[in-house]
């Protein structure tokens, strides 16, 4: 008979009550770290779309910049190309402008450091 009581109280209501209070209690944490981590990847998706808006409104505040500074020095390039065909096709007269600007650059400087 003691073993009938024995196997009676292994077997009974007390002990598969016990692990299923053990399992509503772990299913309660894990729901309330599934809300946490909702929360954190909430906060996270906010931070990282803040920074995203942040960086495409950098962007686009520094493109027109790029963007002419890019035809600047395209034109920039295009005139000095021109000016090399000319010196170039008629070397002379090249000449003669490097002079002409070389002494009026000379004149003006050495008028403004004599005062």
């Given at each position: ?62 493109l027109p910049f790029k963007e002419q500074l890019q035809r600047a020095k ?34 003006l400087l050495g008028r403004g450091g004599g005062r």
């Open positions: 008979m003691a073993a009938e009581r024995q196997q009676g109280n292994a077997g009974g209501p007390q002990s598969e009550e016990q692990p299923a209070g053990e399992a509503q209690s772990e299913v309660e944490a894990l729901r309330a770290d599934l809300d946490a981590l909702r929360a954190d990847l909430a906060r996270l998706a906010d931070r990282l779309g803040a920074q995203v808006r942040d960086s495409v409104r950098e962007a686009a505040e520094e395209a034109q920039g390039e295009e005139t000095v190309e021109q000016v090399v065909e000319k010196v170039q096709s008629h070397p002379l007269a090249g000449l003669a402008i490097a002079f002409g600007t070389g002494f009026i650059l000379a004149a």
